[in-house]
């Protein structure tokens, strides 16, 4: 399967599966909630070690438990995403409807910009700032519950805590693209650090035994299974594969759906203020469709590189069959991506080889044909432009680029320079 199917198919299906997340935790508060998540996680290790047999990654996963420094990074992205988030959501929908813990909640992608130029390095640009502007205001009437007042809401408290859990959700989704590694691996280090942390909230509660646990079997199944295995895994690798911010947009589809689940399943209405934050969401979305340079790379060299748009593509190979571009990206090494014009194709093969740069790449090297076609998409590239990319350490990549500019000279390049 072609990368973009591949990472359109599991952006698809981490939205239609995530979005019953609040539905099914609303339907199990009869049951104590460290109980119920204790539970889940006693399925979700288990599912997800099949996960790892199924891709054929067992070799990498007993490496990262091996590797005590890999294993604790892991483990904390795992708790400060799942722990704040079911533990979170589990308890707010107990004072709070399904849907508004969802609009609050579901804030996190655009929440996630503000994080982008630390974490990712990431260009942040005056539309995803317009765009972030419209998610506060969201956040204001759902604080507000549809009012102008602040202090109307009647459970202010619980939506701040809301917020908070999704502000941690948001870091935590920037530190998975960040460090690349292996998705179903990880899943099991998340589910396994989750358990004990259950685990032992479970024993200090006084293991509390809920008398209708067969009942909550079903939302049980799924948040362990479905959710906490699959939907994590969909959903973390098209994060890698796609452009953030355009997963931002269309991962904000999601309240709506979780607004269906809940009318069908909880019998909840749509309130008049649900539509209000909706209705700014997409007004968000649509700012940042006019947006060309967010989610290019902030590069340490500015002054040389001031006029190129250069992309960290890294995700997009991240099941690639270059085995050079997979052993850099376990080392820790990232791939960097320009367009240009085709006519400097030779001159940039002739700087490599003269300045020993490694790992430089073209579009037209057929074993990763599959990603360069992806990227181009990402970058918006022009078809007859070329696909210069740069893997390894950042600053090397830095080098190779400023190298490449005064090779080339300031002469307007097309995508590879700003306006």
Do not use: C
């Not at 909840?268 to 700012?287: C, D, F, K, N, S």
């Amino acid at each position: 399967m072609e990368v973009k199917m591949l990472a359109n198919t599991y952006l698809v299906l981490a939205l239609l599966l995530g979005a019953m997340l609040p539905v099914m935790l609303s339907l199990a508060t009869s049951m104590n909630t460290s109980e119920f998540l204790l539970i889940t996680y006693a399925l979700a290790v288990p599912a997800s070690y099949a996960l790892v047999v199924f891709m054929g990654k067992k070799e990498q996963l007993f490496g990262y438990l091996r590797n005590k420094k890999t294993l604790a990074l892991i483990a904390a992205i795992g708790l400060l995403e799942y722990t704040f988030l079911e533990f979170g959501l589990s308890y707010a929908e107990r004072f709070v409807s399904a849907s508004l813990a969802t609009v609050v909640y579901r804030s996190y992608p655009l929440l996630m910009l503000l994080f982008l130029p630390f974490v990712l390095k990431e260009r942040i640009t005056k539309y995803q700032v317009a765009a972030l502007s419209l998610a506060f205001v969201g956040l204001y009437l759902a604080l507000s519950g549809g009012s102008l007042s602040i202090f109307s809401g009647s459970n202010i408290d619980i939506i701040g805590f809301l917020i908070v859990v999704a502000l941690t959700s948001a870091l935590a989704t920037a530190l998975v693209k960040k460090y690349n590694y292996e998705m179903g691996s990880s899943m099991f280090i998340f589910n396994l650090a989750n358990l004990a942390f259950f685990a032992m909230l479970f024993v200090a509660q006084g293991m509390p035994i809920s008398p209708n646990t067969a009942g909550n079997l079903v939302p049980i199944l799924y948040v362990g299974i479905i959710y906490n295995v699959l939907v994590g895994y969909f959903y973390f690798e098209a994060l890698r594969m796609h452009k953030t911010t355009f997963l931002t947009n269309v991962y904000f589809l999601s309240p709506f759906i979780t607004f269906v689940y809940s009318a069908l399943i909880l019998g909840e209405a749509i309130r008049p203020y649900y539509i209000a934050i909706a209705v700014l969401v997409t007004a968000g979305v649509l700012i940042q469709k006019l947006d060309k340079l967010g989610g290019s790379y902030i590069a340490k060299q500015k002054s040389r590189l001031r006029n190129f748009v250069i992309f960290d593509v890294s995700g997009a190979f991240a099941n690639t069959g270059e085995t050079a571009i997979t052993r850099s990206l376990e080392a820790g090494g990232r791939v960097l991506a320009v367009s240009m014009p085709a006519r400097h194709e030779g001159a940039v093969v002739k700087l490599a080889k003269e300045k020993n740069y490694g790992n430089v790449y073209t579009h037209s090297h057929k074993p990763i044909a599959s990603e360069a076609k992806f990227v181009r998409e990402i970058m918006g590239a022009k078809q007859d432009d070329m696909i210069l990319f740069k893997v390894g350490d950042l600053d090397e990549g830095e080098e190779f680029f400023g190298d490449m500019s005064d090779l080339i000279g300031n002469e307007p390049q097309g995508h590879l320079f700003t306006k």
